[in-house]
């Protein structure tokens, strides 16, 4: 990374990103969620997001391939970042690019073995607010280590006047770009993941579009901290919060199927 920017390299982005971020938990703990890795309920087999995006018509085969890089309290230091980076904190799409940047060179391989060959190209989950792609802040955020990476491609567009759900699968969301991504192994980048009800739908999307595989990764997975205690889950808020990020140490949270 290079410019006018506050961080005087990558390094001090880096390093903003490891105070600030949870680590992923590892599936296989009976309260994390094998999909999004939200917290879940030991007695269910995944979390209530997750069961209405299922509902709702996403293959699970692509909920299987959901991999987010750092997870984000809410309230949080970090989720405040991923929250204003889009307007009053232009400068934190360094943050977001480190945390990408790191998370690649540790799980390229992982996702090129869930992808099942090298990745083709990498997109970014469009916003629905009228904006092109290329003028959105996870585009530019992404573009400032591109040049690292596989190529970044807009491969998904917003389709006018389609409504977004906040827990349902809206693949008519989006088009693909039929040419860029039949037969492709992608990577589709999401800044935060909510509900998934988004990134989820421009998976769908591409799939729908010819794409051979699709995986997700989202920057940061939101945790919101007062619906977990309230559902005592604090052992799950233990475990994240006891997770430091570690750029050199990012270890992929997924079995390797
Ligand atoms: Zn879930």
Known sequence: MSGAHPYASIDDAIQVVQNEAKAVPTIGHPMVCP??????DPTYAQCFGCLQLHK???PFG???RVVPISMAPDPGTWYGRMQRYKGASPDDMYLL?????????????????????????MCVTPSTRGILVEDQRL???????????????????????QKKSRNAINPSLFASEPLEVEGRRIVLIEDTWVTGSGAMSGAHSLMVGGAAAV???PIARRLEVG???QFNRQPYLDL????AWQSDRLLWPRPLA
């Open 227 to 229: 619906s977990i205690k």
């Open 62 to 64: 692509l909920l299987k």
């Open 56 to 58: 709702s018509g996403v």
């Open 139 to 161: 585009w530019k955020s992404v573009s400032l280590v591109s040049s690292y990476l596989p190529p970044l491609k807009p491969l998904l567009r917003a389709v006018p006047g």
């Open 97 to 121: 690019a480190a945390a990408l940047f790191s998370a690649m060179l540790a799980f390229t391989k992982p996702i090129e073995h869930a992808l099942g060959g090298a990745i083709d190209a």
């Open 35 to 40: 999909y999004c890795f939200g917290s879940k």
């Open 240 to 243: 994240v919060n006891d997770g």
């Open 215 to 217: 995986l997700v990764l």
